[in-house]
């Protein structure tokens, strides 16, 4: 079946030490999203990929990195300098040819100790 | 994008039609009303979406005014598998990013 995978579903840092979430797709989509949500709250655009090879930065990137070298994957890295980073994190993907709907990941929970 | 505004929480009876309603009344011409639900700590589901005409699907149906300037996501027959918070969100056609706000935190009860 297509759809999105996150891994792993919680994950815990040391403060002060960079991570990275894991997101891959087999949708054939190729637009790809990151979104970070904490409790009680809606979801906040983190970085966006439309292609292969580019990205653009959405309302909370401070903090945060990603690359897109391949159509199927768009990791993202939680740094030190973010300085709240325990959240929720899901990513997902949409292909603008159909129009009906984007595609989420079950998330990742990122809880810093 | 266009901005929505939605009610906070609803509850619904088990059974019973649930009405959600959204307003957006800074839509403009090519942006499409979109309808996610986010059942707690998984990702949103894509519900309907709808651009002027009123959608119906096997999950709901989108009523959208004449004016465009408001909708409503109506749930046939709530059952406690829908309780969940729903998210109201205009996009445009492009596959825009989504700006997701508060949403409804809609309870089904039995």
């Known amino acids: 079946d297509g759809g999105i995978t996150q891994s792993p579903k919680y994950l815990f840092r040391k403060e002060g030490q960079n991570v990275t979430l894991s997101c891959e797709q087999n949708?054939?989509?190729?637009?790809m999203y990151w979104y970070r949500q904490d409790p009680g709250q809606g979801l906040r655009l983190i970085y966006y990929?439309?292609?292969?090879?580019?990205?653009q930065k959405g309302d909370i990137a401070e903090g945060y990195s990603v690359s897109r070298e391949k159509k199927e994957s768009f990791p993202l890295t939680v740094t030190s300098a973010q300085k709240n980073p325990t959240a929720f994190y899901l990513c997902?993907?949409?292909?603008?040819?159909?129009?009906?709907?984007?595609?989420f990941g079950s998330g990742t929970r990122l809880t810093v100790v | 994008d266009a901005k929505t505004t939605q009610p906070p929480s609803m509850d619904c009876a088990e059974g019973r039609a649930a009405n959600l309603p959204c307003n957006h009344s800074?839509?403009?011409?090519?942006?499409?009303v979109y309808w996610y639900r986010q059942i707690h700590s998984q990702g949103p589901q894509y519900i309907i979406h709808?651009?002027?005409n009123n959608e119906t699907n096997e999950m709901a149906s989108l009523i959208i005014t004449e004016d465009r300037k408001s909708s409503t996501l109506i749930l046939p027959h709530a059952t406690l598998r829908d309780t969940a918070v729903y998210y109201c969100?205009?996009?445009?056609?492009?596959?825009?990013?989504?700006?997701f706000g508060g949403g409804t935190r809609v309870l089904v009860k039995p």
């Open positions: 997902a993907s949409y292909d603008p040819g159909h129009n009906w709907g984007y595609t």
């Open positions: 949708l054939n989509h190729d637009a």
């Open positions: 990929s439309q292609i292969v090879n580019d990205f």
């Open positions: 800074t839509i403009s011409g090519n942006e499409y």
């Open positions: 709808g651009l002027k």
């Open positions: 969100i205009v996009s445009g056609a492009a596959g825009n990013k989504l700006t």
